[in-house]
């Protein structure tokens, strides 16, 4: 069943206090990331296109010299150049000038992927996740990597994972006692918790052939299960892009679903409120957890989506319908619709966990709304952060006990140079959450309504 929709006045209160309650500098989003170039990148589409094109080759480049060549070929695409741009083109003209420009761009560049990737092993991720523990916010590691194109990359992948599941659940023996981020209603909530691709444990996933896949990475996915289950950990499986989506489900599921699993472990999928046919999907997995016996709930966690742009030119050159809400205001109404039937379907005694992943002050607080009129305690409903771009706002949610866990990704900086183009594309679109806190939007225009006239 779907909650029903919350008294607005509710809603505004608790969006009021969440951002009385965040760090001044939160609420300046890019100038959190010291980069004046977010700034501009999040005005001008052009500058945005030549500057993340930058990034993305970043790792190619070989030398100082090499990175400002190729900055400057970027950025000589952009047509109205603002001064400091024009500047950076002139110090592109000399060898001196190139090293010079070469060495801040590549400073610029790690400093970027460090917001964002919070170690370059498990190993070196532990100090930053027990950080957070200590603040009161837990976290789940992805490992960064794309999808793998042999049986040795995916081998490897899987071997990566099993690694990060026994080096979080050691370190996190030592890790104080923190009631309300590791207990819900429901019982105890793992302190280490992963997140894996699919895509990246077999180099077969084909939405033409999903079967292959499917048969292909299932070995590597029932492993991990295991030893999650053996080790007290949690395990979650990300969705990617349209295309591979049915065939994750359908793996997932079915692995779930087998004997062996019904007693751990946690576990739990991605659903993207993007997909115009989210809802469905929604109703499929709220099904699947009424007709299959497990001792954990299966945690939904609930993401606007992160794959818009290359789901909509996808769709286009194959003169297909995009699958995804091409109005912004339509997702974010659809996030709020899946959060009220997640959250409800609890009460028809569904096991699942919802948590709500946003940095959305109006979904947050909506979904806040929602979990207290229905009578949930706070701790039942979790609240999921990018770590980098989200850290104020959890700093805020923890501070006022609401369950928050931060999504950290760890890897090189290679491995993340799609998923940080990803994330910054996503966050300085102009119809981003974040671009409008960063330009000074007023709060409660923020906190209006999905399509409501302000």
């Not at 794309?146 to 995916?154: C, F, G, I, L, R």
């Not at 999907?281 to 007709?291: F, S």
């Amino acid at each position: 069943m779907e909650l029903p929709v919350p008294a607005e006045a509710d809603v505004l209160a608790i969006g009021r206090a969440l951002a009385g309650a965040m760090p001044s500098a939160a609420r300046r989003p890019f100038a959190a990331l010291d980069d004046k170039a977010m700034a501009l990148a999040s005005q001008d589409a052009e500058l945005k296109a030549a500057l993340f094109r930058f990034v993305d080759v970043v790792p190619a480049c070989r030398s100082v010299d090499d990175l400002a060549t190729h900055l400057a070929g970027f950025l000589s695409e952009v047509e109205e150049q603002p001064i400091a741009l024009a500047q950076a083109m002139r110090l592109a003209g000399s060898k001196g000038g190139r090293a010079a420009l070469g060495a801040a761009s590549a400073r610029g560049v790690k400093h970027m992927a460090h917001r964002f990737i919070v170690g370059e092993s498990p190993q070196k991720a532990t100090g930053v996740l027990a950080s957070l523990w200590k603040d009161g916010v837990t976290s789940t590691v992805d490992l960064l990597g794309e999808a793998t194109v042999t049986a040795a990359e995916a081998d490897a992948y899987a071997a990566r994972c099993a690694e990060a599941i026994s080096v979080m659940t050691s370190a996190a023996e030592r890790w104080p006692a923190r009631s309300a981020i590791e207990h819900d209603s429901a019982g105890v909530l793992p302190r280490a918790n992963l997140s894996v691709k699919v895509s990246a444990l077999t180099p077969l996933l084909r939405a033409e052939a999903p079967e292959l896949g499917l048969r292909d990475a299932a070995p590597r996915l029932r492993a991990l299960l295991r030893q999650a289950k053996e080790q007290g950990a949690h395990l979650h499986i990300d969705m990617e892009s349209y295309d591979s989506r049915e065939a994750t489900v359908e793996l997932v599921l079915e692995l779930l679903a087998e004997p062996e699993f019904a007693d751990g472990p946690s576990a739990g999928v991605v659903l993207q409120a993007y997909l115009r046919d989210s809802p469905e999907q929604a109703d499929r997995l709220i099904k699947w957890v009424r007709t299959t016996t497990r001792a954990h709930p299966l945690v939904v966690r609930l993401v606007k989506g992160a794959y818009w742009d290359h789901e909509v030119v996808d769709a286009r050159q194959h003169g297909w319908s995009p699958p995804v809400f091409e109005v912004k205001s339509d997702s974010d109404k659809n996030f709020e619709h899946l959060t009220r039937v997640l959250l409800g379907a609890r009460r028809t005694g569904a096991g699942i966990r919802t948590a709500v992943a946003s940095h959305n002050l109006r979904s947050i607080a909506h979904a806040v709304a929602v979990s207290r009129e229905a009578g949930y305690p706070d701790e039942d409903l979790e609240l999921q952060i990018l770590r980098g771009l989200g850290d104020g706002l959890g700093t805020a949610l923890a501070a006022r006990g609401l369950r928050v866990r931060a999504y950290c990704p760890v890897g090189d900086l290679v491995a993340g140079m799609a998923y940080l183009v990803r994330r910054l594309l996503e966050n300085t679109s102009n119809d981003s959450f974040l671009h409008d806190q960063g330009a000074g939007v007023p709060l409660e225009r923020l906190l209006a309504a999905p399509g409501a006239a302000v």
